[in-house]
């Protein structure tokens, strides 16, 4: 999921479980910040897209 500042990917399959970029500090996607304090706020908001985004196609 993308928004204009975040990038969140969630993986169902691998080692990473999921990447977190902020794209207006890190455009080049460098530092995940999936583990970094303060991320979870951002993460919860994301997935809340992904879920309604997925729940439209039903």
């Known amino acids: ?11 169902t399959e691998g080692d990473i479980p999921a990447e977190l970029y902020n794209l207006e500090k890190d455009p080049e996607e460098t530092h995940n910040l999936i583990n970094e304090a303060g ?12 879920n309604g985004f997925l729940s439209k196609g039903e």
């Open 39 to 50: 991320s979870k706020v951002h993460v919860d908001r994301l997935q809340q897209l992904i």
């Open 1 to 11: 999921m993308r928004t204009k500042n975040w990038k969140y990917i969630q993986y």
